[in-house]
């Protein structure tokens, strides 16, 4: 297929010449992939069925599992939105620009391809020059899911981006690594009270004080599978950030955790098979394996969350077999972290005591 165009971005103060190179490619219907502070985007016209329809398949994405509508302005959900509650427009002034997604219920302008078929559409404003930028220039909301093939860790930088869909889309603007790491929280505010559809970067506890009520929706915190009919999110369906090593979480006290993964390990050494422990900074030393990799302090969930994905695409770089990661504390960005290595692990969770 085509060759993808790399460019190089300042995070900052874009080269407005390359951002305008950029929209360009998004007006004509082209998949443009971009940096925000959460992951890389990959970004088409939201308004064009076509440019959309291209943006599953470059991702080999399911029909059924929409892309969040990516905005520059506040004022462009009331074109997206058929009902902007007072609610939303609180949360828009206090978290936009910012990683967290509201869902809305859809106006007739958005094309039915875009939400999936759905009758709501999720949308938010990134806290990123670059992206802002490309929004703005091209003169459109931008759909973008997260720019990694369906399945993959969402990309954190440009390099994950070009390893996943090289020959796949027209570019990539690269500016470096992500701050967050993990996306963005989606946010339903068609319930009552407003329900956490996935927990990231912007953390629950942040939510209760802008709320006051808000729900976790049970996929969330879950610690094993939960009936599909039971999904208010398409993507809780489909697998997810799921590395090509078998993964597996091992939770409970710190002491605890570190003796059971030592255990584990050696098992798996004496079977023959490659090992990757992901560990963090206080237990890293405790651990003979054939990879040993740290997701950071325990006490910085914040880098912990930096480090994720970038740490479990190195993982398989190095032919691990198996994946045996520590649990983090839940809170602030630790949910997010904890959310999206359960599901990297299919539930695959050993409680240490
Ligand atoms: O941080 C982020 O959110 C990144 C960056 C690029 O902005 N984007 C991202 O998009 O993670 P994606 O498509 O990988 O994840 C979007 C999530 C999926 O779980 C999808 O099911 C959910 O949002 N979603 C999209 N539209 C929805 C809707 N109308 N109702 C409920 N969930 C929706
Ligand atoms: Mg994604």
């Known amino acids: 297929m085509k060759q993808t165009l790399m460019l190089k971005v300042d995070a900052q103060q874009p080269d407005i010449k390359k951002i305008q190179a950029a929209a360009d490619i998004i007006r ?3 998949l443009v992939a971009f940096p925000t502070e959460t992951v890389y985007g990959l970004g088409a016209d939201a308004l064009n069925p076509d440019a959309v329809l291209k943006l599953f398949e470059a991702k080999k994405r399911p029909l059924d599992n929409p892309p969040i509508v990516h905005v520059a302005n506040a004022d462009d959900v009331y074109r997206l939105a058929e009902q902007v509650p007072p609610k939303a427009d609180k949360l828009m002034k206090t978290f936009w620009p910012g990683p967290l997604t509201l869902v809305f219920k859809r106006s007739a302008t958005v094309p039915n391809v875009t939400v999936a078929g759905l009758s709501t559409i999720a949308v938010r404003m990134p806290l990123h020059a670059v992206a802002l930028a490309l929004i703005r220039e091209s003169h459109r909301p931008i759909a973008a ?3 990694n093939l369906a399945g993959k860790p969402s990309p ?3 390099k994950h981006v070009f390893d996943d869909l090289n020959g796949r889309i027209d ?7 992500t701050r967050i790491g993990v996306e963005s929280t989606v946010l339903d505010l068609s319930v009552e009270p407003p329900l956490v559809l996935r927990p990231g970067g912007t953390p629950l506890e942040a939510l209760k004080q802008v709320l ?3 729900k976790l929706h049970p996929f969330v915190a879950a610690e094993k599978e939960v009936p599909v009919e039971k999904a208010r999110s398409p993507g809780m369906k489909h697998k997810h950030y799921a590395p090509k090593a078998q993964v597996i979480v091992v939770e409970g006290a710190v002491p605890a955790v570190r003796a059971k993964v030592k255990e584990l390990a050696e098992s ?6 490659k090992v990757g422990v992901l560990a963090t900074d206080e237990t890293k030393a405790a651990y003979e394996a054939d990879v040993v990799k740290s997701l950071g302090s325990r006490f910085n969930l914040a880098v912990v969350a930096q480090n994720l994905f970038r740490l479990l695409r190195e993982f398989d770089a190095e032919g691990v077999d198996v994946i045996i990661a520590e649990g983090v504390p839940t809170q602030e960005l630790g949910l997010a972290v904890m959310n999206r290595l359960r599901k990297a692990s299919g539930y695959n969770i050993v409680k240490a005591a």
């Open 28 to 30: 004509k219907g082209g």
């Open 145 to 147: 899911p997260s720019a």
């Open 156 to 158: 954190t930088s440009a």
């Open 171 to 177: 570019a990539i603007l690269d500016s470096g690594p």
């Open 212 to 214: 006051g009520d808000v």
């Open 268 to 273: 798996y050494r004496l079977k023959g098979v």
